[in-house]
């Protein structure tokens, strides 16, 4: 499934029944499973600008990240809280895994591009090839 948006797809969504792999498992390896399993993972609020940012800018580099909206999983306040320890930080969103690897906020996302580390990042991965 896409994640459609005015303008065009983000990459893969989870749905919130998709996404909760495991099911009652705990968030944290809920997020690990998924960060392992993709090159590329946005967790992220539908609602967020700072969210809405970093997809703009993974689709624009021609990435097809798998985003997983947090506020459509019921379950998603609790990956939320455990993004929150993971990061060390009080703002969960948006939270960015690259080929398995905690990139980090908004913040190291971009400083990551501007200095022109997150290109060889992304290739390294698998999710972007040129």
């Given at each position: 499934?896409?994640?459609?948006?005015?303008?065009?797809?983000?990459g893969?969504?989870?749905?919130?029944?998709?996404?909760?792999?495991?099911?009652?498992?705990?968030?944290?390896?809920?997020?690990?499973?998924?960060?392992?399993?993709?090159?590329?993972?946005?967790?992220?609020?539908?609602?967020?600008?700072?969210?809405h940012?970093?997809?703009?800018?993974?689709?624009?580099?021609?990435v097809?990240?798998?985003?997983?909206?947090?506020?459509?999983?019921?379950?998603?306040?609790?990956?939320?809280?455990?993004?929150?320890?993971?990061?060390?930080?009080?703002?969960?969103?948006?939270?960015?895994?690259?080929?398995?690897?905690?990139?980090?906020?908004?913040?190291?996302?971009?400083?990551?591009?501007?200095?022109?580390?997150?290109?060889?990042?992304?290739?390294?991965?698998?999710?972007?090839?040129?």
């Open positions: 499934m896409h994640y459609e948006r005015a303008g065009g797809a983000w893969t969504y989870m749905a919130a029944a998709a996404a909760a792999t495991g099911g009652g498992g705990d968030p944290l390896e809920r997020v690990e499973r998924l960060a392992r399993e993709n090159a590329v993972v946005i967790f992220s609020v539908s609602s967020c600008c700072m969210c940012a970093i997809k703009r800018l993974f689709c624009g580099m021609g097809n990240p798998t985003v997983y909206e947090l506020d459509e999983d019921p379950r998603g306040k609790e990956v939320e809280k455990a993004l929150m320890r993971l990061l060390g930080t009080s703002s969960a969103v948006p939270v960015v895994f690259i080929g398995g690897k905690l990139v980090g906020a908004m913040d190291r996302v971009m400083a990551s591009h501007i200095n022109g580390t997150l290109v060889p990042l992304l290739k390294e991965a698998g999710a972007l090839w040129l």
